[in-house]
């Protein structure tokens, strides 16, 4: 099984709302990841997770807050975002983070919308 | 830091016809190269890669070279189908470093 699953596929939600995404994977790998991807861009890494634990944050703000409740689910809880935060938000997965031969494999994405 | 140049397109093409996509990059080390392919409305999927100088990869009739001497690794496909309509991401992966994409570039194919 070389899939990595996200829900919701879709989110719209209001500025005041509290929502979460969630990703899982089932093929062992032990870094996970999130990526914000504006159209027409590539995407930006948000944050890591290597062996359950929060590796890397590229200075996200805090109304993003990662959780890895074991090493095959990653979840994004979101409160009082903005408008500019609707987005595709992409989960993926490797074998490992910090070797060069480890390719992400990537979720098929949460398309964000902020009211 | 490690960086990637992809041209950016848009680029359009009649079905049958013959692709190429640059991507040139900038690293220390060895690090692996990526394309990866994003379908209209969906997520990224790695459509090739290569781990060491010279190495080619391939899938689907696409093919890149791992070319350390020009620091290049352009993805080819020899026809092209309507199918294949979609934005292509070159990315490369240095040890410690996080994965670094280019900027993509939107393949259109006619019928």
């Known amino acids: 099984d070389t899939e990595v699953t996200q829900t919701p596929k879709h989110l719209v939600m209001g500025m005041t709302n509290k929502k979460s995404l969630k990703c899982e994977q089932h093929?062992?790998?032990?870094?996970m990841y999130w990526y914000k991807q504006k159209a027409k861009k590539p995407p930006e890494l948000m944050f890591v997770y290597s062996y359950e634990k929060l590796s890397i944050n590229e200075s996200v703000p805090s109304r993003f807050s990662p959780e890895c409740p074991n090493s095959s689910l990653l979840n994004l809880h979101l409160h009082a975002l903005q408008p500019e935060d609707s987005a595709l938000y992409l989960c993926?997965?490797?074998?490992?983070?910090?070797?060069?031969?480890?390719?992400?494999?990537f979720g098929p994405g949460t398309r964000l919308t902020v009211l | 830091g490690n960086s990637v140049t992809q041209m950016e397109g848009p680029v359009t093409l009649s079905e049958e016809a013959f692709l190429t996509i640059n991507c040139t990059y900038t690293?220390?080390?060895?690090?692996?190269l990526f394309w990866y392919v994003q379908y209209p409305g969906e997520g990224l999927q790695l459509l090739l890669k290569a781990t060491k100088a010279d190495d080619k990869g391939s899938n689907k009739g696409f093919e890149a070279t791992y070319r350390k001497e020009t620091t290049s690794f352009h993805l080819e496909k020899g026809s092209v189908q309507v199918s294949d309509s979609a934005v292509y991401f070159c990315?490369?992966?240095?040890?410690?470093?996080?994965?670094?994409f280019g900027k993509g570039t939107k393949l259109t194919v006619n019928p």
């Open positions: 690293a220390t080390g060895y690090p692996s």
């Open positions: 993926a997965s490797s074998r490992s983070h910090g070797g060069a031969r480890d390719e992400q494999f």
């Open positions: 990315a490369l992966q240095g040890g410690s470093e996080k994965l670094v």
């Open positions: 093929m062992g790998h032990r870094a």
